[in-house]
């Protein structure tokens, strides 16, 4: 992780031990911090960063996921969603550990289960992302204003590189005329990529 300064250089880099958070909770208030004392064991002067940048209560926003870093004493917020095309889950859909959303598939948090369990393989929905890409909440794709907001560099080949760092396949109508540009991404149906340009 890269903790920039206001002209862009690194004050510092932390390598993690490679572990993987075990627990989010996800913000349904916007500036609400509840549920973040149960993630730090009761500590109250933690800092919080949000896609890594470190942020005021008042920039967390509904539908935002937090999780615990004991290392850094900081909660990490992520506000990555990925709208799409409900395509697998293991091992079934009652009681998913993984879910297959746009060709990737990504690890269910045990506490996010009852929530993705709502939705069966068929389903358009919208995952909310922790910062290291688990799933810990899903909501409905329509209707919802947890849209998907995920943003990737177009490759050849029906290939999207996630700047949350994660690929995505599929069939993508406009993929040739996208090529190296930045895109969002979302999917309507199976084995399909929609890509919007950005300005």
Known sequence: TLYLNASGGADYIFVGGGSTASSAVIVYE???????????????????YKNGAEVLTRDIQKYDVATYSPATNSIRVCDTRISGFYE????????????????????????????VSKFKPGDQLTLLLTE????????????SIASSNAIGIVRAGGRVD???GITLTGAAEDGKDLVGQLARVSSTYRGHITLSRLS
């Open 30 to 48: 916007d500036g609400s911090t509840a549920g973040f004392a149960d993630l730090t064991g009761g500590s109250t002067n933690y800092k919080i």
């Open 88 to 115: 697998s889950c293991s091992p079934n859909p009652e009681e998913p550990s993984e879910i297959t959303v746009l060709g990737h598939t990504f690890p269910v948090m045990p506490t996010a289960r009852a929530s």
């Open 162 to 164: 996630l700047l949350c």
């Open 132 to 143: 290291d890409n688990q799933v810990a909440g899903a909501v409905e794709a329509k209707g």
